[in-house]
């Protein structure tokens, strides 16, 4: 008898749970959606190919590795250009498991153009640069940063979205997936980075969450830069 009645009390409290996780779920894309300042950025849906359910809390939050130094790299760059935009490329890996991980930040060269309301690298320049990491270290550029200085813009803007459409379609379709990190300096002079993720065929992108640093060293591919002697 005493069996039954706990395996009953067992089976209510499982009920609550899950009805407390459905509202988180309901409150969480609630957060997401709230406010015009987010409208253009998505939820996870389940669907999306390929996205290890490890690297996920729900459905919603997607996760992305960076070393420590080169978020420092986007925070030291941002403020040094305070009040105009300025940017640079993501190099890194994605693991068998589909983890993706940021191995190396760049900084655009000087010969890039920053302005108060827009960023864009040298291609050149950018191109010396990337052929020189894939040659010689192997990982492969997957994405961009820039800064929204003091915009308050903490996602990327309808124009941001408008060149990932024309920058898909000249991309090679095995290509499915950008990040693109927005760096911005909030009223407190702190640099807030959020990543976002791309994916071909889906116009806006996904928030994605900085996923807690387990690997506290500093990137070892962080130096290679200075050596190639474009950017930084
Ligand atoms: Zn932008």
């Not at 999306?48 to 459905?59: A, E, H, L, M």
């Not at 929204?148 to 290509?175: K, N, V, W, Y």
Request: charged share 25%; net charge positive; proline share 5%.
């Amino acid at each position: 008898m005493k069996k039954r009645r706990q395996k009953k009390a067992n089976k209510r409290l499982r009920r609550q749970l899950n009805r407390a996780l459905r509202e988180i779920d309901t409150l969480k894309a609630r957060l997401y959606s709230a406010g015009s300042d987010t409208s253009c950025v998505q939820t996870l849906p389940s669907e999306v190919p390929s996205t290890d359910k490890r690297y996920r809390i729900g459905q919603n939050d997607l996760f992305l590795f960076a070393y420590p130094s080169e978020l420092r790299k986007i925070e030291q760059e941002t403020l040094r250009c305070d009040g105009i935009e300025t940017g640079g490329l993501l190099f890194g890996h994605i693991t068998r498991t589909d983890m993706i991980c940021v191995d190396l930040v760049t900084v655009a060269s000087t010969k890039a153009k920053r302005e108060v309301t827009m960023f864009e690298g040298d291609p050149h320049d950018d191109k010396i640069l990337s052929n020189s990491i894939i040659d010689g270290y192997g990982i492969e550029p997957f994405g961009s940063w820039h800064s929204h200085h003091r915009f308050g813009l903490e996602h990327p803007s309808a124009g941001d979205i408008a060149t990932m459409r024309s920058h898909f379609a000249q991309l090679p379709d095995a290509i499915r997936r950008f990040v693109m990190i927005i760096a911005t300096i909030n009223v407190s002079n702190q640099v807030v980075i959020n990543p976002y993720l791309f994916i071909r065929g889906i116009a806006d992108p996904f928030k994605m969450q900085w996923l807690p640093p387990e690997r506290v060293k500093d990137s070892p591919f962080s130096n290679i830069v200075n050596k190639i002697g474009v950017g930084s």
